[in-house]
Structure formats: C-alpha cells, structure tokens
C-alpha cells in the first residue's frame, strides 16, 4: 500500500499544463487574458448547485438575455425571477439570488466583495460558493471543495475516513494543493478533472494527468474513494389538493408565504403535507369553500431533498360568485396561463394530473 502523500508542486504543475490544453469551455468561464466577471460567476455557481452544467447552461443564457447586468437583476420582481428559475428547483436559491442582487447594488455600489468572509455574509453564498468566486474572481489562495473537488482529492491522498464527517480533513488536503499563482485556475482544473476524468463510477486513470501523484490509483482502488456513509431515508409526507374551477374556467390558486419551501410561488390550495394519511372527511374540514367535492383517482408523487410528497386531488366546481370567506386570498386563472405563474414542479404535476384525470 502506498502511503506517501502527493507532492504539491508536481500535482499543481501537472494539473495546470493539464488545464491549459483540456479546460471546458464554459459560458461564464472568462478566456485566458480576460478579466473574470463576478456576476457571471456567482449566477453559474448558484445555479450550479445541485445540478449540472448541461442543464445551467440553458438558464445562465435565459438569464443573462433577460437580465445583462447585476443591475438589472435587482430591479426585477420576484415573481419573475422565480418564474424564470422554474425547474432548477429549490427556489430558495432563486429568492437569496435577487436579494444579494438587491444588495449588492444598493449597498455595495454595484460591486461585489472581494473576500470568502464577506462574500459568506451575503443571502445565499455558503462556503464553498464564497471560496469559489474568492478564488475564480479575484484570485484568492482559498480552496472551493465542491463534490468533484472532494472526490479528486480523497483519490488522491487515499483518504478513508467516512464523510461528511471527513470533510475538513478533506478541506485541508484540498489547501495543502492549492497554489500561490492561479488559484482560481486550479481550483476550476480540479472540478474539470473531476467531471470529466476522475468520475464518480469509471475514473479514467489511464488518462488521468495526476495518476503518478494518486495514491488510490497506485493502490489500484479508486472506487473505494470517497467513503461516504449511508444516507438517511427520507420519510413520505402526505396531503390532498383542493382543484376548484368556477364556470368560466378559471382555477383557484394562491400564493405561498414568502419564506420555507416553495417561498412565494403560486399553488392550488391544499391541506397540510403531513406523514398520516388523510381521510376524505379530514380533508374537506380543510377545503377553502365548502362545495361538492370528488376524489379523483390517482395520486401525485414528488421528491424534495428530505421527504418525499404524495399528493391526491379532491374537486368541486364553484357555483356560486366569489363572494365566500376569504375569497380575496385566492386567484383565479384559466389553466391556459399557468405559464405565466411561478409554479413549481409538483404543482405542475397536479394540473397535468387533473387534466389527464388518469391513474399514475
Ligand atoms: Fe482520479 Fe484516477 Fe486521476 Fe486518481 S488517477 S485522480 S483516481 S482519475
């Protein structure tokens, strides 16, 4: 087993020669000689989080069309910032987006800050978000460990303490590498090893530019790297949708509170998404008007990051005007404008659901 650790100045030197000739081409990453734009960072990173570049890119584009400019960003509304990020999914992310935008313009001059500490003080940037646009932007000696960055570095100190507990430790080894001159540069090699050479199932090793310095490949186990332990099971919450149509067509609708899941988009009325399941005659002691209510079959399923969500629709047509308690916290709008709404996946899934009327 081998157990010397990589030498830094062969790792840095290899990986940057590397970088230089196989980088990606990415519509946020500045060429050589141009100067890094931190709003186009910071977009990608955000967006980035939890899904891929192949689905960004898409995004990145729609929002740069629509909002060229910092600027521009804090001086839409919300409910078009959210709509616009409609299938990136965990809009928490979009609604930080536009306040940091807000702030940055209205109390930063339109300029962001140039350090990991008082980038992390901003709605949204966590650590490695802070690190990476310290380092890509303004070439700070700080090491962004983002998935990618944290699998090429367990590899390559054969590392094997379970995450996450290991992370910091991981963290450490990923600074040990971290070079003095193009920082940034070696932090955006490392995630372009990892995405494109160094890959979670079938590493390339053969190809790999690190392969003299890694010591999981000379042990000849790479898939080993990282350890991580066993997920926890996500528990399955529960709740019915109340779909009230009135006679000319229009669907009931609300706007979720601003803040907690799906903060501030719109949805079909419903009951609370709890673990039990709902009765019938539970559910309608909840329904927004009192009506002619029926089941229809099937149920909706959907997955967040800590539950799973199973969703049945009860319906019943409005009779009579809109004058019943609470009717002004409602929206009506013709299933032909949903688009124009800041629905969220599940909710999308309900009106196709209806629309179909179909078992699932
Ligand atoms: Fe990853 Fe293999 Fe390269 Fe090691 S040699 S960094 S395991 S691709």
Same mark, same amino acid.
């Given at each position: 087993m081998y157990k010397n650790i990589p030498n830094p100045v062969l790792v840095r030197r290899r990986l940057l020669r590397w970088y230089d000739q196989n980088g990606r081409e990415l519509p946020w990453r500045y060429k050589k000689g141009q100067i890094p734009d931190p709003y186009y960072v910071w977009l990608s990173e955000i967006m980035l989080a939890q899904t891929t570049v192949k689905v960004v890119k898409g995004y990145f584009d729609k929002f740069l069309n629509r909002w060229p400019t910092i600027e521009k960003l804090a001086n839409a509304e919300l409910d078009e910032v959210l709509h616009a990020w409609? =299938?990136? =999914?965990?809009y928490a992310r979009a609604r930080n987006l536009h306040k940091t935008a807000k702030i940055i313009v209205g109390e930063m001059g339109g300029h962001f800050p140039d350090t990991e500490l008082a980038l992390r003080k901003l709605p949204g940037i966590g650590d490695y978000t802070a690190a990476a646009i310290a380092t890509i932007? #303004? %070439? $700070?000696?700080v090491t962004p460990v983002d998935a990618n960055i944290e699998r090429v570095t367990s590899r390559l100190f054969a590392f094997g303490d379970m995450l996450p507990k290991g992370k910091m430790q991981i963290r450490k080894f990923a600074s040990v590498l971290t070079p003095n001159a193009r920082p940034g540069d070696f932090a955006q090699a490392l995630m372009d090893l990892g995405s494109g050479v160094c890959n979670p199932k079938k590493p390339d090793c053969k190809n790999c530019p690190l392969k003299l310095d890694c010591l999981a490949f000379m042990n000849g186990n790479p898939n080993h790297y990282p350890v991580k332990s066993v997920k926890p099971v996500r528990n399955v919450r529960r709740g019915m949708v109340f779909w009230v149509i009135r006679k000319d067509g229009r669907v009931m609708m609300r706007l979720r509170s601003k803040t907690g899941l799906l903060g501030g988009m719109a949805e079909f009325p419903s009951t609370d998404w709890r673990e039990k399941d709902w009765t019938f005659g539970e559910a309608i002691k909840k329904s927004p008007i009192s009506g002619s209510w029926r089941q229809l079959d099937g149920m909706i399923r959907h997955t967040f990051s800590h539950f799973h969500l199973e969703l049945r629709v009860l319906a019943a047509d409005l $009779?009579?005007? %809109? %004058? #019943?308690?609470?009717? %002004?916290?409602f929206l009506w709008v013709l299933p032909s404008q949903f688009p124009n709404y800041a629905l969220p996946s599940i909710m999308k899934k309900v009106a196709h659901h209806v629309a179909n009327e179909t078992i699932r």
């Open positions: 409609q =299938g990136l =999914g965990y932007v #303004f %070439n $700070k000696v $009779k009579m005007e %809109n %004058n #019943f308690k609470d009717a %002004n916290k």
